[in-house]
């Protein structure tokens, strides 16, 4: 009987030992790592895999020693680099993880080698560890990083680069317009006056060409911000129309608005990119027809406290096919490649119109029949304004009032041809103009002087125009001044340079080329706007 169990007992063992064999065989065949150890964390079980990628400690590998022990020595080894320098620290934390697994971590090795460790309990407190090479991974993760770090410094040097570009074509374009419209204005001939309407129509063609350009990179990018304010969809409807009666009228055409909504339907939403929209589907529609009319038909419906809207511009125009519709609102495409040399444009007027409406969270669609007329439809859905919506106000010139003392103006311009521009424009007022060229003599200026308004360039020598307005607001805090009125003539118009001269303390500002026009209007609305004791405006 006991030769019998003796027997038993061997046979057990041998099949043990043959199941140890077979386990360590299939486990040795695996292309990860792969450790067992007891509930004293001494080792049972490792595959070739795993003293592969510890080969750094693994001559110390064998049944019953301690995990710990092992790890003390990679580390004395220089084997992990985040352990240098805090080596105890790091074991403890090492073997917290060990003893409470809590899921994947990830583990750097000195030859440049990033292990994926899963460590999982049984239910007798054993450790079953897998150990997965991860190197070739991280490598393409750090290779994209690095790749996106890269597209990111690209995309804002090509920033950097377009808002150098504006600024360098928008200065001397600056001084063509301006000074040109100035010259409009004087005694001329008709000749003169022909030519002199030649110089503007040029020069103003390259400004609207540069102004898409522009505004295609900075919604390219993202970077377009939307304001929020009350706004009357008639009134905006009206207003965008009657920019275009006096074009639409040269060419003998008809152009309606037909306005149908809630009585006088008010919503909140940014008047300017409406408008933008409005006026470029009106200006395509004036262009591209030669005869017959054009419609600007407004639909507002309520539904609760959102308001649907749906402007639709129809024409009867040249038309175009299905086709050339859909590569009407591509980049720098046009229906026709004609169209470009007779009508001029970029192509970009409908993706920018497209691209606007789209960040609203409307839609932008076209039909049209070739030699019959298109249709341009836009739909949007807006909230319903809690307020009445305050009409947009015409800008009123200094030169319908009179002035109860003649103010004083500070001009900060670099630019000999932009300060001439300003001087030409402001020549008919009765006020005083003092110019500087510089930030930082504005900023002397200034504190020397009590002046009412200040036009200031952004791009200057020695101190630039957001550091002078900046030094300005502080010194007048510091002495308890009273608020000088700043306005910004830049050539950086992007929304992000306006909220930094707005941040610095700027009042208005002004995009270059700047019109005549607007100055006259800003220097009533900031002049005007003075206390009695100061500057202040009669009817005249």
């Given at each position: 009987?006991d030769s019998?169990?003796?027997?038993?007992r061997?046979?057990?063992?041998?099949?043990?030992?043959?199941n140890?064999?077979?386990?360590?065989?299939?486990?040795?065949v695996?292309p990860?790592?792969?450790?067992?150890?007891?509930?004293?964390?001494?080792?049972?079980?490792?595959?070739?895999?795993y003293?592969?990628?510890?080969?750094?400690?693994?001559?110390?590998?064998a049944p019953?020693?301690?995990?710990?022990?092992?790890?003390?020595?990679g580390?004395?080894?220089g084997?992990y680099?985040?352990a240098?320098?805090?080596?105890?620290?790091?074991?403890a934390?090492?073997l917290?993880l060990?003893?409470?697994?809590?899921?994947?971590?990830?583990q750097?090795?000195?030859?440049?080698?990033?292990?994926?460790?899963?460590?999982?309990?049984?239910?007798?407190?054993?450790?079953?560890?897998?150990r997965v090479?991860?190197?070739?991974?991280?490598q393409?993760?750090q290779?994209?990083?690095?790749?996106?770090?890269?597209v990111a410094e690209?995309?804002r040097?090509?920033?950097?680069?377009l808002?150098t570009?504006?600024?360098?074509?928008r200065?001397p374009?600056n001084?063509?317009?301006?000074?040109?419209?100035?010259?409009?204005?004087?005694?001329?001939?008709?000749?003169?006056?022909?030519?002199?309407?030649?110089?503007l129509?040029?020069?103003?063609?390259?400004?609207?060409?540069?102004?898409?350009?522009l505004?295609?990179s900075?919604?390219?990018?993202?970077?377009?911000?939307?304001?929020?304010?009350?706004l009357?969809v008639?009134?905006?409807?009206?207003?965008s129309a009657?920019?275009?009666?006096?074009?639409?009228?040269?060419?003998?055409l008809?152009?309606?608005?037909?306005?149908?909504?809630?009585?006088a339907?008010?919503?909140?939403g940014d008047?300017?990119?409406?408008?933008?929209?409005l006026?470029?589907?009106?200006?395509?529609a004036v262009k591209?027809?030669?005869?017959?009319?054009?419609?600007?038909?407004v639909?507002?419906?309520?539904r609760g406290?959102?308001?649907?809207l749906?402007f639709?511009?129809?024409?009867?125009g040249?038309?175009?096919s299905?086709?050339?519709?859909?590569?009407l609102f591509?980049?720098?495409?046009?229906?026709?490649?004609s169209?470009?040399?007779?009508?001029?444009?970029?192509?970009?007027?409908?993706?920018?119109?497209?691209?606007l409406?789209?960040?609203?969270g409307?839609?932008?669609?076209?039909?049209?029949?070739?030699?019959?007329?298109?249709?341009?439809?836009?739909?949007?859905?807006?909230p319903?304004?809690?307020?009445?919506?305050?009409?947009?106000?015409?800008?009123e010139?200094?030169?319908?009032?009179?002035?109860?003392?003649?103010?004083?103006?500070?001009?900060?311009?670099?630019?000999?041809?932009?300060?001439?521009?300003?001087?030409?424009m402001?020549?008919?007022?009765d006020?005083?103009?003092?110019?500087?060229?510089?930030?930082a003599?504005a900023?002397?200026?200034?504190?020397?002087?009590?002046?009412?308004?200040?036009l200031?360039?952004?791009?200057?020598p020695?101190?630039?125009?957001?550091?002078?307005?900046?030094?300005?607001?502080?010194t007048?805090l510091?002495?308890?001044?009273?608020?000088t009125?700043?306005?910004?003539?830049?050539?950086d118009v992007?929304?992000?340079?306006?909220?930094?001269?707005?941040?610095?303390?700027?009042d208005?500002?002004?995009?270059?080329?700047?019109?005549?026009?607007?100055?006259?209007?800003?220097l009533?609305?900031?002049?005007?706007?003075?206390?009695?004791?100061e500057?202040?405006?009669?009817?005249?």
């Amino acid at each position: 009987m006991d030769s019998l169990d003796a027997e038993q007992r061997r046979s057990a063992e041998t099949s043990e030992t043959l199941n140890e064999q077979r386990l360590r065989r299939a486990i040795d065949v695996l292309p990860d790592g792969i450790v067992i150890l007891d509930e004293e964390r001494r080792y049972v079980l490792w595959n070739r895999r795993y003293a592969e990628i510890y080969h750094h400690s693994a001559d110390l590998f064998a049944p019953g020693k301690k995990f710990e022990d092992t790890l003390r020595v990679g580390v004395a080894r220089g084997a992990y680099p985040e352990a240098a320098g805090r080596e105890e620290a790091w074991l403890a934390e090492r073997l917290t993880l060990l003893n409470a697994p809590a899921g994947r971590h990830e583990q750097q090795l000195t030859d440049g080698r990033w292990i994926l460790i899963e460590e999982h309990k049984t239910v007798d407190n054993w450790v079953v560890g897998v150990r997965v090479d991860i190197t070739e991974m991280k490598q393409k993760a750090q290779a994209l990083e690095a790749a996106l770090v890269r597209v990111a410094e690209s995309d804002r040097a090509k920033t950097r680069f377009l808002a150098t570009m504006s600024h360098e074509i928008r200065t001397p374009l600056n001084g063509v317009i301006g000074i040109a419209d100035v010259l409009s204005r004087t005694g001329l001939s008709a000749e003169q006056q022909e030519l002199v309407g030649a110089i503007l129509d040029s020069a103003r063609t390259l400004n609207h060409l540069l102004s898409d350009i522009l505004e295609f990179s900075r919604l390219d990018a993202a970077k377009v911000a939307l304001t929020r304010e009350p706004l009357d969809v008639a009134e905006l409807a009206r207003r965008s129309a009657a920019l275009f009666a006096p074009s639409a009228q040269a060419k003998g055409l008809a152009l309606s608005v037909d306005v149908e909504t809630a009585p006088a339907l008010a919503v909140v939403g940014d008047r300017a990119r409406l408008g933008q929209i409005l006026n470029n589907l009106l200006s395509n529609a004036v262009k591209f027809t030669d005869k017959g009319e054009i419609r600007l038909s407004v639909r507002g419906e309520t539904r609760g406290d959102q308001a649907a809207l749906t402007f639709t511009v129809s024409d009867t125009g040249v038309g175009f096919s299905p086709e050339e519709c859909e590569r009407l609102f591509r980049a720098f495409e046009q229906a026709d490649t004609s169209t470009t040399r007779r009508h001029g444009g970029t192509g970009l007027g409908l993706t920018i119109c497209r691209q606007l409406t789209e960040l609203m969270g409307g839609r932008l669609t076209a039909t049209s029949t070739p030699g019959e007329g298109s249709q341009f439809r836009l739909e949007v859905e807006l909230p319903v304004a809690q307020a009445p919506a305050r009409a947009a106000e015409a800008d009123e010139g200094p030169t319908a009032r009179a002035w109860t003392r003649p103010p004083r103006v500070l001009l900060a311009e670099d630019n000999p041809t932009n300060r001439k521009v300003v001087q030409l424009m402001l020549g008919g007022l009765d006020l005083q103009l003092d110019w500087v060229e510089d930030g930082a003599a504005a900023v002397e200026a200034a504190g020397r002087e009590a002046y009412d308004l200040i036009l200031m360039d952004l791009h200057m020598p020695r101190m630039d125009g957001l550091e002078a307005i900046a030094e300005i607001r502080r010194t007048e805090l510091r002495n308890g001044r009273a608020r000088t009125p700043i306005v910004v003539l830049s050539a950086d118009v992007d929304d992000a340079q306006r909220l930094r001269t707005a941040a610095v303390g700027a009042d208005d500002h002004l995009g270059k080329p700047i019109r005549a026009d607007e100055l006259l209007g800003c220097l009533a609305r900031q002049l005007c706007a003075a206390p009695e004791d100061e500057v202040s405006c009669a009817s005249g």
